[in-house]
């Protein structure tokens, strides 16, 4: 896996006609994008680690851009004010190879003198779209970062939509995950515990902890019930019961996002509801075409677990009964899925169309993060989840149609999610994730 710069070329060509003309409908004459400086802990000499912004990420992907600024002006090759300090304590950025023929580069080691090259690159501009997070190089500048609100979420409605180049390394994600995914998966079956799996993971993976694109779910028993478990217990549990695993890869700044729950116990209940819940996974992805509503998708598989809850003998009631008073929100109580890309939960779900216009939350899945139709190029997730979370099934209005015993007895199992990355493409979809843990299982 290395860096595709055939497709990255067409990726820049697609983006400068993209921006081009999002900055003539917004009256802009340019934009210019800081990758951002990252900064301490409160009272600190530390920092947490660097993470560029990602509209600057897209054009120039990860690692080591800090304190880089880019330039985008229709109609010229965009220019890349490089930062790169003559320093001993740390190393500095380099410039990457595959910006030749790009970018126009240059590198600056003092800050002062890249701000005055910046300065001096766009006098002879009047209106200028600042998209970054710094308000002192904004300050230093004479440019716009008022009224920049609609130009922001037209782009971030465009970055829902996958090129060639970033569908490649959101499969060099997926490959990195994967292979953190099965050795963790082994290291469960030796009787792991939760840190020892973790670290399993980073070594398969070959990403440190900094590198992944969000901090690894590795959650034994009841843990699986805590939606973003974060602790990695350093002892295994005296029974263990289940594992459940979220965690991704990073491959030049695109993430994949995996989940995938165990049964300590092949063949028990358990296995049979993830085995269940799976098989529902897998039908409504493979339902997947262009035009559906996400929230529709979303609702389906409200009635699937609903389904699921009386086969199981969770619930008492039927399954429409299940749905309609809302029990299934107690066992399910998150998304379907949300974008992915450059962010974990990349944005522009909620922008439907070239304009940004806002689609209205449904009532009951206000916080679905993903309320667009499928359009080709998209990549989502779809991770369905049943969980036993005491907490939540006691919120429910009518609490004499649930098997508490029953429910009670899969607490210590603490719930499922099972999540694949899915490419919407003109004729259907592509699914990101399954095959690459067959081919791996395979071998
Ligand atoms: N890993 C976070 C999520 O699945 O959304
Ligand atoms: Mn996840
Ligand atoms: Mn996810």
Known sequence: MSFDRTSFSRHIESLSAKWARALDEHGFDAALVPAGTNSYYFADDQSPPFRPNPHFARWVPEPLTEDAVLLVCPGVTPKLFFYQPDDFWYVPPSVPPWTDGVFDVEVYQESENQIEGIVAATRALTNIAYVGPDTELANNLVITTDDIGPFIDQLDYGRSFKTEFEIINMKGATEIGVRGHLAAH??????????????????????????????????????????????????????????????????????????????????????????????????????????????????????????????????????????????????FPHGLGHLLGLQTHDVGGQLTTHQAESTSPSDRFPNLRLNRQIEANQVFTVEPGIYFIPMLIDTVENPTDINRDRVQSFVPFGGIRIEDNILATQDGHENLTRPVFDEALSR
């Open 186 to 331: 082994r290291a469960f079956l030796s009787g792991a515990s939760e840190f020892d799996i973790h670290m399993a993971y980073l070594d398969a993976s070959k990403q440190t902890e900094s590198e992944l694109p969000y901090p690894n779910i590795i959650a034994l028993n009841e843990h699986a019930g805590t939606l973003h478990y974060q602790h990695y217990d350093r002892a295994t549990p005296k029974r263990v019961h289940s594992f459940l695993i979220d965690a991704g890869g990073k491959f030049n700044g695109y993430h994949s996002d995996i989940t995938r729950t165990y049964s300590a116990t092949p063949g028990d209940d358990f296995d049979s509801l993830i085995n269940a819940l799976d098989e529902k996974q897998q039908a409504l992805i493979g339902d997947i075409g262009l035009g559906l509503s996400y929230l529709d998708l979303h609702e389906r598989m409200h009635h699937d677990v609903a389904e699921l809850l009386v086969a199981f003998g969770f619930v008492t009631c039927s399954a429409e009964a299940a749905f309609d008073q809302r029990i299934t929100d107690a066992f």
